[in-house]
């Protein structure tokens, strides 16, 4: 058994949240581990339909309790929440690296930037305004205003436990919906942390739920219920797909943030240091666990061999080990399942002529630790071109003109980020434009921000989060025409 030595022990929870701390109404439990230790880390409930139907009808009862606060009040409140996260960060960065094995110097990154998400929507409310519009007829006015679509939901990954929650819980909150939270059952306790520092700033009961449990049996209910009318979830390009077509019935609203495929783009007049520095973080930030992760390599001719040789040389560099030790700069991938994928992409580029230039197999720390591992010589017929690979493992392919590296980079269904370097101001204009991508980098990886929209093309998703467009998924906009003004 894991045992977390935390400040606040209040923050680590074994319930879920509907209106109160609860168990399931079946009594049945499943145990969640810690992936660098395979040690139980907590006993958690697996909630029922039953369960789920009840956190909706929580979340109508609350609505216009919420809304009855007016703008003001919810941004004081979600202001609250912001800073009791990051009073709290250290215990909260400690669960999550925990749950899902990141470093604790990201997890410590990550609860910080989650708060910020909130403070920006608090404030986006109170900046959300409607218009008055000329009228079609001089006896009449036309207004146009916004208001909170009503009940949503969340259903979100577990490889940012708490970034991910707040950038869509935060939006509907300011908005002036209310919500019910599912998040992965492979790392819930973050999710869990979050709602009672939300409990402890004053969010009504019901507002805001964490439901803890099957996702096909949650997910079922929310996607069914007439009275959710708006859905945001991150995941899989699969699911995203299915959520869609059952949201079809209810006509519901779905925001969808799915799979990527990312591509690095290194041309030839690019600052060296600063693309291998770059690729490093975008490569091997959470294990390479993330949907933004740079999936393949492309390196011009001219300065491929440079590139590799000075890349190969600070990813022998990093150390692998447990999240909770200072020390580590990657920890353990999620579980078994992703350490297989990541062995099936590697053996099919191996197998295609690919050559492994460092790293390539499971670490001897055993468990589902992977070596961060380089591939050279690696061509579109692989797996790992086409595939998301969610792990350590950096696939580098050469090319030779900038019209071949824009179409290596666009040779994917999905189009989320894209990242590329370049010293050349109008080779900057004309790749940043031909990239099909929601998401362009150039000459930096540091883009996140909760002023900024994200998003993706292709089947990366539908809608955005983030900056002030993050707030219109969360809202509807109404039309008033005024007659009888004679």
């Known amino acids: 058994m894991t045992t977390l030595a935390l400040k606040d022990q209040g923050l680590l929870r074994e319930r879920a949240f509907v209106g109160d701390w609860c168990g399931a109404s079946s009594g049945e439990t499943y145990e969640l581990r810690n992936p660098a230790t395979g040690e139980t880390l907590a006993t958690l409930p697996m909630l029922e339909s039953a369960d789920a139907a009840r956190a909706i009808e929580e979340a109508e009862r609350a609505l216009p309790v919420w809304q009855g606060l007016g703008t003001d009040q919810r941004t004081t409140v979600l202001q609250r929440w912001a800073a009791l996260i990051r009073e709290s960060q250290d215990d909260v960065a400690r669960i999550m690296t925990a749950e899902m094995g990141k470093p604790l110097k990201e997890s410590t990154g990550e609860t910080v930037y989650s708060s910020t998400f909130i403070d920006w929507f608090a404030g986006e409310a109170a900046r959300s305004s409607g218009e008055i519009v000329p009228a079609h007829l001089g006896a009449q006015r036309a207004v146009v205003t916004r208001q909170p679509v009503g009940v949503g939901a969340a259903i979100t990954p577990w490889n940012f436990p708490a970034l991910l929650v707040t950038r869509k819980v935060g939006a509907a909150l300011a908005a002036g919906c209310t919500i019910v939270l599912k998040p992965s059952s492979l790392s819930p306790l973050t999710a869990l942390a979050l709602v009672e520092l939300a409990n402890r700033a004053g969010i009504p009961a019901g507002a805001f739920s964490v439901v803890v449990g099957r996702s096909s049996v949650i997910g079922k209910v929310i ?243 983030g900056g002030h467009q993050g707030l219109d998924e969360w809202q509807e906009i109404k039309y008033r025409c005024i007659g009888g003004l004679e």
């Open 223 to 465: 996607m069914e219920s007439p009275a959710v009318r708006t859905v945001s979830f991150t995941g899989s390009t699969a699911v995203g797909k299915l959520l869609m077509a059952q949201g079809a019935a209810t006509v519901k609203r779905v925001g969808l943030e799915l799979g990527g495929n990312a591509p690095f783009v290194c041309f030839d007049d690019a600052d060296l240091d600063r693309a291998v520095e770059g690729a490093l973080v975008a490569k091997y930030r959470n294990a390479g666990q993330t949907c933004v992760t740079a999936n393949r390599f492309l390196v011009q001719d001219k300065i491929h061999d440079r590139f590799v040789e000075r890349f190969v040389e600070k990813v022998k560099a990093l150390k692998v080990g447990n999240g909770l030790e200072d020390s580590t700069d990657i920890g353990p991938l999620i579980n078994e399942a992703a350490v297989e994928k990541v062995v099936e992409h590697v053996t099919d580029a191996t197998s295609r002529g690919a050559t492994v230039l460092t790293g390539g197999r499971r670490h001897a720390l055993g468990g589902t630790f992977f070596e961060p591992t380089v591939l050279g010589d690696v061509t579109p017929e692989m797996l790992i071109f086409e595939e998301e690979t969610f792990g350590p493992v950096a696939p580098i392919i050469r090319f030779s003109s900038e019209e071949d590296g824009i179409h290596l980079a666009n040779d994917t269904s999905y189009g989320l980020a894209a990242y590329f370097y370049s010293r050349d101001a109008a080779r900057c204009w004309r790749v940043a434009e031909a990239l099909e991508a929601g998401i362009v980098c150039e000459n930096t990886v540091a883009f996140s921000s909760a002023r900024a929209p994200f998003g993706g093309f292709k089947e990366s998703g539908v809608g955005r989060e």
